[in-house]
Structure formats: C-alpha cells, structure tokens
C-alpha cells in the first residue's frame, strides 16, 4: 500500500488512490520490500482466515513436503474388537482383542468401562427391584500385545458378583497407571502419535505499469503502488480460497500438469482434512442446531477453549433467527485480534470469535456453512516467505514497462482435526 503524510492527504482520498486535487503535493512513493507486513491491512475483512494465519505465528520448511503431527496429545479411546469378551469378577484375568486404540494404552493402566456398570454392595437403595448402579467397571492392564491392533490382558478391580458381557466395538478410556513405591517409570505407548503432510504450494503475481500508462495517465495519480494494490487484494481472496478449499491429498506429488508435463503441488486446505462435519437435522431449529454444534466442537478433542468462527452470507441469515445469537449481538462485544475485528460470542462450551468470509459465499455452495477453526491447532508453514521481485523488462528488451513479482511458497499445519469443523445449515 502507499505510504502518505496525512498533513497532505485531502479529504477526498479513497484508499491509496488521490482524487485529483490541485492543491495537494501527495505523490506516489517507492514501494518498499516488506510487502507481508502490508499485506494483512489490504482487504482483510474479504480474507480474514488469510489475515489471521499472517499474524500468529509462523513455521518453517525447506522441504516441498512438509511433515508433522496430526494430535497434540495421546488419545484415551481404544475400541474392543472380534465379537466381544465375558468379564468375570476380580479372580480372572480376561483377554481383549482390541479393534484400535492400543497405541495409548500403558502396562499397569487402568481402563474405565462405561458401557458396563457396576453394583457397589453397600447401596441399600432400590430402583425397580434392583440394586442401583452407581460406577462404571475398572479394568487393570496387567499385559499387552502390540501386533495388530493389538490384545490386552485385564483383571476387574471393582467388579461385581457373575460376569458381564463387553460387546464387541464397545469404547473403554485410559484412567492413570497404577504403581507400587519402587517403580519410577511406566511403559511408554509403543507408536508416536500419527504423523500427517501437506505440500507447499507456490503463489504468484505479476503486477505491470506499461509506459503509456505511466505517461499518459499520471493526471489520475494512478501509480504502480495503487496496481499493486489492486493485485494484492486479488491475490489474497486467492489465498484465502487455496487455505480453505485448497486440495492434494489424492494426487498429491503425484500430479503432472497436462500441459506443461512438470509436477505441481497443490497445498491442502482446512476442509482436506479429516475435520468434523455437522450437519443439521431436516426441521432443526437453528438455535438447538447451534448447541449441538457447540457440544462437539468443544468437547473431547484436546481443543482449545475459544475458536474462529467463519460464516457465509446465507449462514449469517439463519444466525439472524437464533435467539441466543442475536442476544450476544446485541451486546454489541467486539475484539481487535490478529489484524480482524471479531464479534465475541460465549456459549456454554466455549468461546467464539465470530465474522463472516465471503469466500465461502465466493467459491463453491457453502454460502450456508460455517467453518470453525482452532487457532492453537492452526498455522502457516513458510517455504519461500512472500516477497517482491522488481523485473527489469525494458533494459532486457522485452517491453517497455515497470514490472513486480509477488511471490510465496506455503503450506498449512493442522493437528487436532477434530478440533476444527465444517457447520451445514442447509435447507432440503
């Protein structure tokens, strides 16, 4: 953007463009290299994803294809597998074939069982002519066997008299590790957490001042800054779409552009990844659509407690109809974070920072849909930071013309993809 001296801007100024006006001295100033800390301030509101991810913090690649870790911390589900096992009470120890999950399974831990509830003696309480359930099973790992998914050797700790059945696909939690006073150390899980990829994807624009324009012109006050600018907000909706939309997970490194014959990558966006879907019931109302969606965003999937909302123009609409949104509206509760005014909005799960992008009313049918994003699971990754290149077409003889380059190699890390999550609210 170009720089001025407001004690010689006119009043009738509309961005870096300067209405003619005979009695200002403004005039066009060489563009500097710090073209990223400009960037965010072009145009933010049509690209807030873009304008956030350009202000917290960054990472760095050398590499093409860029590695790292899908979860920031050990899972707690394992998942019973085969067709289900008997427990019988604290004497046995029972075999358990797992369907997933033993990767954060440790020898000595203990395993809640939620599906199976146990009978403590002392209740003298009745329900229906029966003792009253009062706690879920405990089971105490006392062997595992990694191959496979894996098989787990238990014994009951609070188990009641007889035996119950655990169904097969029955979920049971890690609950800590049972110790005596020598040891010092517990078995580590034997799997790192699951790694994940993207690939960096090269963005380019070429921004042109030819010599009639540069001559001929120059009453408007029209320069190579206010093209750049112009470029830039371009330039940004299309990042904006590429950190949204943006997908190579099928082909990936292996796509061979037809025409050229060279590989090009294509950088995966929020919604390539394996993120929650919610979507409404047929006839839900929007204000008990918005709990439920609130529920699982926030809970169990070791997110943070305030999330990005990004809603569409058709969305915005069906927000308009919650009670609950438009109460926390009318509070009127707006935050400067990032480079983005948000609208504050507080649920019972969590905390929400709020506005709409219009790229997802721009590209594609998600003008009704939300896209909820975790800022502490969320960051771009840099290959090549963006930079400005100046070409010298008129000393080279090609043309006669002032020509810049902006350029960036970047690529998106997502972990928790849980965390994040696409809301529909689409009418049938």
């Known amino acids: 953007m170009a720089e001025t001296n407001e004690t010689t801007v006119p009043n009738a100024s509309v961005g870096t463009h300067v209405v003619n006006d005979n ?22 509101s049509n690209a807030p994803l873009d304008t956030m991810l350009r202000n917290i913090g960054k990472g760095t690649t050398k590499s093409d294809k860029y590695e790292f870790y899908s979860v920031a911390a050990r899972g707690v589900e394992c998942v019973v597998g085969g067709e289900g096992v008997t427990i019988n009470n604290f004497s046995t120890t029972t075999d358990i074939t797992l369907a997933s999950g033993v990767d954060c399974l440790s020898k000595d831990g203990i395993l809640l069982v939620p599906s199976i509830n146990v ?27 990694y191959k496979n998914n894996g098989t787990i050797t238990v014994m009951p700790l609070n188990a009641s008299k007889g035996s119950a059945t655990l169904a097969a696909t029955a979920k049971m939690f890690r609950a800590g590790v049972a110790c005596d006073q020598d040891v ?13 990829y993207n690939y960096c994807q090269r963005m380019l624009c070429t921004v042109s001042e030819n010599a009639y324009q540069r001559l001929q012109e120059k009453d408007v006050e029209y320069g190579l800054n206010d093209f750049k600018e112009q470029a830039i907000y371009d330039f940004r909706l299309q990042s904006e779409a590429a950190a949204i939309f943006g997908g190579g997970a099928v082909a990936g490194e292996n796509f061979i552009d037809p025409n050229t014959r060279k590989r090009k990558l294509h950088m995966r966006g929020v919604l390539d990844f394996d993120i929650q879907v919610i979507e409404a019931a047929k006839d839900m109302p929007i204000d008990e659509y918005l709990n439920v969606a609130m529920e699982k ?38 935050e400067v974070k990032w480079g983005v005014t948000w609208k504050m909005v507080e649920s019972n799960f969590g905390r929400l ?25 969320l960051r771009v990754v840099e290959q090549v930071p963006l930079q400005e290149n100046k070409l010298d077409l008129q000393k080279a003889g090609i043309r006669n013309s002032l020509d810049v380059v902006l350029e960036e190699s970047i690529t998106l890390e997502l972990t928790n993809p849980k965390a994040h999550g696409l809301l529909m609210f689409r009418e049938e």
């Open 23 to 44: 009695n200002t001295t403004t005039k066009q100033e060489i563009n500097r290299s710090s073209v990223s800390q400009r960037l965010a301030k072009i145009g933010w």
């Open 119 to 145: 009978v403590a003696e002392e209740v003298k309480a009745l329900e229906n002519g029966k003792k009253v359930a009062v706690k879920p099973l405990m089971l105490h790992i006392v062997g595992i066997d």
């Open 184 to 196: 010092a150390k517990t078995d580590d899980p034997q799997a790192m957490p699951t790694k994940d």
């Open 297 to 334: 965003l926030f809970s169990v999937n070791n997110g943070s407690e305030e999330r990005i909302l990004l809603y569409g123009a058709g969305f915005a609409t069906k927000l308009a109809n919650s009670k609950w949104w438009t109460k926390q509206l009318e509070a009127n509760k707006t």
């Open 353 to 377: 920072r709020a506005i709409m992008d219009p790229a997802l009313s721009l590209f594609g049918d998600y003008t009704d849909c939300a896209l909820v994003v975790d800022p502490r699971h």
